[in-house]
T-cell receptor, first 112, second 112 residues
Framework: DGGITQSPKYLFRKEGQNVTLSCEQNLNHDAMYWYRQDPGQGLRLIYYSQIVNDFQKGDIAEGYSVSREKKESFPLTVTSAQKNPTAFYLC???????????FGAGTRLSVL | GESVGLHLPTLSVQEGDNSIINCAYSNSASDYFIWYKQESGKGPQFIIDIRSNMDKRQGQRVTVLLNKTVKHLSLQIAATQPGDSAVYFCAEKVPGNTPLVFGKGTRLSVIA
């Protein structure tokens, strides 16, 4: 069953804690993306990666970090520097930046 | 600022009627556009796309119209069903390797 898998579905973060959101795809896509969605809002780009071992900042990268060690995986770390992390986080992938992006089911992050 | 926006943030339609969701874009260099549907608590789902060398494209019960003169995009849904209730996003892309830019979205509510 091909697709994009995000885990966990729900995540809680304590004050000062770093948390990592997982995104795995078996579509053999080169490009992967992380978006943040706040209630009633659109999608804002956090980071994207066009190829393994390379990634670029999006519009709201501050307080976040990523890695792209494998083609299939693009984990997002929400660091303690992100003071307002509560949001719905969406991962996407595409064959290339010129192609359709397909999305995972999302991770909802809340602060305890 | 965002280069993609929507005329109507919410739209209520009677079941069986046709729906029209509008989107304005400001970047005249954009040459690729995608419509996504997002149901509550889920990731966006690809509906239909169109390239700038076309002005109309049809799918199953959906039609996308592109008017490059006024930089306007619309999504028409025929015979709207309760399952069509969702938030609809348009996204635009300029040539090259930059990611999609998403609009804020329109919520479509279907009245049974």
């Amino acid at each position: 069953d091909g697709g994009i898998t995000q885990s966990p579905k729900y995540l809680f973060r304590k004050e000062g804690q770093n948390v990592t959101l997982s995104c795995e795809q078996n579509l053999n896509h080169d490009a992967m993306y992380w978006y943040r969605q706040d209630p009633g809002q659109g999608l804002r780009l956090i980071y994207y990666s066009q190829i393994v071992n390379d990634f670029q900042k999006g519009d709201i990268a501050e307080g976040y970090s990523v890695s792209r060690e494998k083609k299939e995986s693009f984990p997002l770390t929400v660091t303690s520097a992100q003071k307002n992390p509560t949001a719905f986080y969406l991962c996407a992938s595409s064959m290339s930046p010129k192609n359709i992006q397909y999305f995972g089911a999302g991770t909802r992050l809340s602060v305890l | 600022g965002e280069s993609v926006g929507l005329h109507l943030p919410t739209l209520s339609v009677q079941e069986g009627d046709n729906s029209i969701i509008n989107c304005a874009y400001s970047n005249s260099a954009s040459d690729y556009f995608i419509w996504y549907k997002q149901e509550s608590g889920k990731g966006p789902q690809f509906i239909i796309d169109i390239r700038s060398n076309m002005d109309k494209r049809q799918g199953q019960r959906v039609t996308v119209l592109l008017n490059k003169t006024v930089k306007h995009l619309s999504l028409q849904i025929a015979a709207t069903q309760p399952g069509d209730s969702a938030v609809y996003f348009c996204a635009e892309k300029v040539p090259g390797n930059t990611p999609l830019v998403f609009g804020k979205g329109t919520r479509l509510s279907v009245i049974a």
